[in-house]
């Protein structure tokens, strides 16, 4: 309890400024923000205003992720930032493409909510990083990105990993390893992953009933698709697609 409170007092005498934004400053690899509940940006780094395409922090304050990205990314980033405050859950180490078409680049991002002294969800923070840890002494970066495309572009298939082990042009174990220490993930974690986010994504913007959108997805067990999707998502996908239409709708 000593401890609690000797971090309590600390940060109760620290100014209302943007001190925490300035220490992210001096990671360049990390791009930190914070949200308000509208998914506004209130806060970023210079890493965050190099990903947004601005040239200071007070060209980005009160705007959201759709006007600087792609409108299927946009709506990606913010269906992942309602989800975040309004379960009060996290999302941790997201695997993402680079928002751009046309770019290889991946991104692992995390979201964490923000409360109030009330303990009420005000908003959230926001860290992501480039993953450059797929690039090898043997030159396979392109062909491990190759390995990525054709697993985004067929999440809907049953997984094949020695497929994929030979576009990368490696062993299965080769890629496996390569894989997580990449990504932090094995390859089978992140299709299922892939699977979640296009599910939540046709959950948001489409009428399409839940059974289907689970076999479009790549789920031939309705139950394992609620399961899983209820684990990454903190809810079912059906109080997702009550929630999500009540923010759009709002």
């Known amino acids: ?45 210079r890493k965050t205003c190099e990903y947004l395409g601005v040239s200071q922090e007070e060209d980005a304050l009160g705007k959201t992720d759709h006007d600087f990205f792609p409108e299927e990314s946009a709506d990606a980033f913010r269906s992942d930032d309602f989800a975040v405050m309004e379960s009060g859950q996290p999302i941790e180490n997201r695997i ?45 970066a392109d062909q491990f990105a190759e390995a990525l495309e054709y697993l985004k572009k067929n999440f809907n298939e049953p997984m094949n990993t020695p497929e994929l082990a ?22 089978r974690q992140y299709l299922l992953r892939l699977r979640v986010d296009s599910a939540a994504r046709l959950l948001t913007f489409t009428a399409r009933p839940i059974a289907r959108i689970s076999k479009e997805c790549g789920f ?29 709708s709002g």
């Open 166 to 187: 030979k576009i990368a042009g490696m062993s299965v174990s080769q890629f496996e390893r390569r894989f997580r220490r990449g990504l932090g993930s094995s390859p």
């Open 1 to 45: 309890m000593a401890d609690a409170s000797i971090r309590e007092e600390f940060f109760k005498s620290l100014t209302h400024d943007n001190q925490i934004i300035k220490v992210f400053d001096l990671l360049p690899e990390i791009a930190f923000y914070l949200k308000d509940k509208e998914s506004r940006f209130v806060a970023l780094n």
């Open 220 to 248: 031939h067990d309705h139950a394992h698709f609620t399961r899983s999707f209820k684990k990454m998502m903190s809810m079912t996908p059906l109080s997702f697609r009550k929630r999500q239409q009540g923010s759009l």
């Open 96 to 140: 993402q493409p680079y928002p751009y078409p046309g770019s290889d680049r991946m991104v692992v991002s995390s979201k964490i909510p923000l409360r109030n002294e009330k303990g009420e969800v005000i908003g959230l923070a926001g860290f992501s990083r480039e993953v450059d840890r797929l690039r090898g002494r043997s030159g396979t």
